[in-house]
């Protein structure tokens, strides 16, 4: 058996365990043509659209009876090493370009990816704004405890990015694996501010301010979706991804935030 075979195969234990009282023919490849009954659907998305995809699960749910959508959330890095090392999934949300190209070029992605949304950073602080913080340049000044997503993370290479394009020399106080961990550095106070994306600071609007600055805009993630070659529903993830780039879904994420793609 390959090494690849191996790791395939302790990745499908670990998603059966998850998955929990699941069967067989939950995880039936067949379906209707129009996506109705296709069983369960495993996607795996960026920590940035759990709120999003939560409610487009649902809603996908109630309309293909006899479906189910199980997600994975987590860094879209950690998602990409999972994938590419076996790891039974049939759709992956990325959101950045860079963790789909890894999945890409390992041969991992049925078809071409493509972008259905877009998001944008903001500076995420406490209710009330008790530092004060107004913009980036106020990230460095001494004492402030900032939070950042590490480097790896699409919300941390934004951040690298915008935080250059200020000119603003930081050292965070602590380097997440995820926007959500960065955010709830500052909701349990243990950082003055965290740069994290604008829908997770809409998303946790009743403990934390949403702080613009502009230059977000030199560090805009698209956030690219496929179906994956080894799906083990492949009518469900192809299923899944067109709902996904649906009106319905479409207004979801432009309801927390998300930019809308022409």
Not at 63 to 70: I, K, L, M, Q, Y
Not at 116 to 144: M, S, T
Not at 153 to 168: E, Q, T
Not at 213 to 219: C, H, L, N, V
């Amino acid at each position: 058996m390959s090494a690849r075979a191996v790791r395939r195969a302790a990745a499908v234990l670990v998603a059966l365990a998850l998955a929990g009282c699941g069967t067989d023919g939950d995880r039936a490849s067949g379906g209707d043509a129009d996506g109705r009954g296709v069983g369960t659907v495993t996607v795996f998305a960026a920590a940035s659209l759990t709120e999003s995809f939560t409610r487009i699960g649902k809603n996908f749910e109630a309309a293909n009876p006899g479906s189910t959508v199980t997600l994975n959330l987590a860094g879209s890095s950690a998602l990409a090493n999972q994938i590419n090392q076996g790891a039974p999934a049939d759709v992956f949300a990325s959101a950045a370009g860079a963790n789909m190209t890894t999945v890409t070029q390992a041969g991992n992605a049925d078809g071409t990816p493509s972008i259905f949304a877009r998001n944008q950073l903001v500076i995420a602080v406490p209710r009330g704004n008790p530092e004060g913080v107004a913009g980036l340049a106020d990230l460095g000044k001494p004492g402030l405890k900032v939070a950042l997503c590490a480097q790896q993370v699409p919300c941390g290479a934004a951040a690298r990015a915008a935080l250059d394009a200020a000119g603003v020399a930081l050292t965070p106080a602590t380097l997440e694996q995820d926007v959500k961990g960065a955010l709830a550095k500052v909701k349990l106070g243990e950082v003055d501010a965290a740069v994290v994306y604008r829908t997770d600071a809409r998303a946790a609007s009743t403990n934390v301010t949403g702080v613009e600055f502009p230059e977000s805009a030199k560090a805009v993630n698209d956030y690219p979706i496929v179906a994956l070659k080894d799906a083990p529903n492949p009518a469900g993830a192809r299923a899944f991804v067109a709902y996904v780039r649906s009106a319905p879904a479409q207004a979801v994420l432009a309801e927390a935030g998300f930019q809308a793609v022409p």
